[in-house]
T-cell receptor, first 115, second 112 residues
């Protein structure tokens, strides 16, 4: 069973640029969630994708967008990067269903630095 | 989702039990208590969850008070590898919209 993988592991961008982060979900998982974790803070929910559609969104501006593909892999896109976007971006996959069956499995994250 | 309160840090000697408390006084009847941990620079790892009854698995035990306003995660024999930030999360069963609301957690330091 393959776990959640993310790429790249590290990324450096400058303010105003755009970035795309990628996530491959755990085998058989059709739900992907993205989180942003600033230094010293807990992860904050960005949005979730289920069957290629956005299915819940946190308090993030529209310049944070995503995609989910038929193989359940996912992308997080951030436009017009700001310094405060510097963070660890985490992807988590799960199965939909009642609690106890939709435990989220996290990837190792992508560390984004905006200069 | 209900708010949780955890101590910012705790220490535990290796081989001893680590007891991590969590307050969730506004928890609703349909909300579960989840625990995750995050070892430095890794993604969070699921530990255990429960609704009303105490739960145990190969990693830990979860003790939930009868009024459900607080809970304790117990690592029975802490090792150095258990050094991590532990997050207590309260979450309702909303089907596919299964977001997790993390606080700042408890930083557990296991020492020799």
């Amino acid at each position: 069973e393959t776990g959640v993988t993310q790429s790249p592991t590290h990324l450096i961008k400058t303010r105003g640029q755009q970035v795309t982060l990628r996530c491959s979900s755990q085998s058989g998982h059709n739900t992907v969630s993205w989180y942003q974790q600033a230094l010293g803070q807990g992860p904050q929910f960005i949005f979730q994708y289920y069957r290629e559609e956005e299915n819940g969104r946190g308090n993030f501006p529209p310049r944070f967008s995503g995609l989910q593909f038929p193989n359940y892999s996912s992308e997080l896109n951030v436009n017009a990067l700001e310094l405060d976007d510097s963070a660890l971006y985490l992807c988590a996959s799960s199965l939909p269903g009642p609690i106890g069956y939709n435990e989220q499995f996290f990837g190792p994250g992508t560390r984004l630095t905006v200069l | 989702d209900a708010k949780t309160t955890q101590p910012p840090s705790m220490d535990c000697a290796e081989g001893r039990a680590a007891n991590l408390p969590c307050n969730h006084s506004t928890i609703s009847g349909n909300e579960y208590v989840y625990w995750y941990r995050q070892i430095h620079s890794q993604g969070p790892q699921y530990i255990i969850h429960g609704l009303k009854n105490n739960e145990t698995n190969e990693m830990a035990s979860l003790i939930i008070t009868e009024d459900r306003k607080s809970s304790t995660l117990i690592l029975p024999h802490a090792t150095l590898r258990d050094t991590a930030v532990y997050y207590c999360i309260v979450r309702a069963d909303t089907g596919t919209a299964s977001k997790l609301t993390f606080g700042t957690g408890t930083r557990l330091q296991v020492t020799l």
